[in-house]
């Protein structure tokens, strides 16, 4: 794979993303505003919603992108994605909104009421800009996805930034009024840059259990993928006050930067690794495997290290109020994660080969060891040591899944390649000069 050849696309990606990075600034301008108790209560409806949503992206919008590049079922995709998004929204909203009183007393926390009376209408907000964004991303409308987000976390950034300059705390409900801004307005862009592309029918051959039995697999997989990096504050709930989960995600909030450049690589790889495997081109999959892993791996474990010698100290000891200074220990633990998060790359193209049932064995074991660490340190009631749970799950995922696509020859790393984009990089320079 030539990296030239699509830099058009990677600078809207690396943009969007970039995005992710000033947001996560301002947003840790918000946790100078709220308190540790709220930021808790913020983030539990945030996870809940980012799960719910997750499960709908791979039950129902990953069809279009896994089947939508057929023009002659791309409309009738388009139609059976969007009537299982928006039921499967409703029906997981609804649920858990019928069990809140049950959910608020297993977790000991009354105020968690507050939350499951937001989600409802988050879940409706968010329905349009989930839907068009998939859209966009099937065409590789990286500029749209930048707009669509900058109206995302543009509007959010700049009401967050006036309760800085009026010097206003920000409650639990100012808190949540922001997202559901940025999300109403999100949409509408959303929406309107994708209009032409908003076309239903019930013509073509493909058939709604063609999407199932592709989807279910893939759901399942995901679902407990995404649990342990959404729900694992319900999980640590249960153990740990709402402070010590207030501290936990806020230095979960921080360490989203390395995971938002991991899903940026991942939206380039996922439908290019359909397109290389439907070839059978394994030629171009193994260069942009092995070129996407090492440049992700170099960059990580190069911030991290800049990051653990002193510059998050300055960033939480800078931008956060004293009593968040604590989720520096959280976070300097969490970023033993850089050394695994880019092998998150191999789920996509597992899934990408059709490998449903043996990801979902690896994610399985995967999810079982991050459970254990959590009820372990959770037992042992060692706040500080929460974070190990998330790179527990990191590195099972990693090591099995570098294994299983070396044995069967998917995809072929060496611990050389994790360092090929310096030579590569190097190459690139000396050829412009």
């Known amino acids: 794979m030539q990296i030239q050849n699509h830099l058009g696309k990677i600078s809207w990606t690396l943009a969007d993303k970039f995005l992710y990075v000033i947001y996560g600034f301002v947003f840790l301008i918000q946790i100078t505003l709220i308190s540790i108790s709220d930021l808790a209560l913020f983030n539990f409806l945030i996870a809940i919603n980012t799960w719910i949503f997750i499960i709908s992206d791979s039950f129902a919008l990953q069809a279009i992108i896994q089947f939508g590049y057929d023009t002659n079922n791309q ?22 909104y019928i069990l809140r009183y049950p959910i608020t007393n297993i977790l000991d926390e009354p105020r968690f009421l507050e939350v499951t009376s937001y989600l409802p209408f988050l879940s409706l907000f968010m ?27 543009g509007l959010m950034s700049f009401r967050i930034i006036m309760f800085k300059i009026n010097n206003q705390a920000i409650l639990l409900d100012d808190a949540v009024n922001i997202y559901f801004e940025g999300t109403i307005f999100s949409s509408i862009v959303a929406f309107l840059l994708t209009i032409k592309e908003l076309k239903f029918s019930f013509k073509g051959d493909i058939s709604l259990k063609d999407i ?24 640590l709930k249960l153990f740990f006050s709402l402070e010590s989960i207030g501290l936990y995600s806020a230095a979960k909030s921080i360490f989203r930067f ?5 899903n940026g ?9 359909v397109r290389a495997i439907k070839n059978n081109d394994k030629k171009l999959l193994q260069s942009m495997i092995s070129k996407a892993i090492s440049f992700t791996f170099i960059g990580f474990v190069g911030v991290a290290i800049i990051l653990i010698l002193g510059l998050s100290e300055y960033i939480i000891g800078t931008l956060m109020k004293s009593n968040f200074v604590n989720s520096l220990d959280y976070f300097n633990i969490m970023l033993l994660a ?15 080969a059709g490998k449903h049932l043996k990801l979902m064995k690896i994610v399985g074991f995967s999810f079982i060891m991050a459970i254990i660490s959590f009820v372990l340190i959770g037992i042992s009631r060692i706040s500080i040591l929460m974070p190990l749970g998330y790179v527990t799950f990191y590195f099972a995922f990693a090591v099995q899944s570098l294994y299983y696509v070396n044995k069967n020859n998917i995809v072929k790393i060496k611990f050389n390649d994790l360092f090929r984009a310096v030579d590569d990089s190097i190459k690139f320079i000396q050829k412009k000069i």
């Open 338 to 352: 850089c050394l695994f998060l880019p092998f998150n790359i191999f789920y996509f193209v597992l899934t990408a």
């Open 127 to 153: 329905l349009p800009r989930t839907y068009c964004l998939k859209l966009m991303l099937r065409k590789h409308n990286m500029d749209k996805i930048f707009l669509s987000n900058l109206a995302f976390f």
């Open 75 to 96: 409309k009738r995709v388009n139609l059976y994605s969007l009537l299982l998004h928006f039921a499967i929204i409703i029906i997981f909203t609804f649920l858990i």
């Open 212 to 235: 199932v039995n592709f989807s279910f697999p893939y759901t399942i997989t995901t679902g407990i993928y995404t649990a342990t990096k959404n729900l694992d504050v319900l999980i």
């Open 258 to 262: 390395f995971e938002e450049g991991i």
């Open 265 to 273: 690589v991942n939206s380039l790889i996922y439908p290019a690794s």
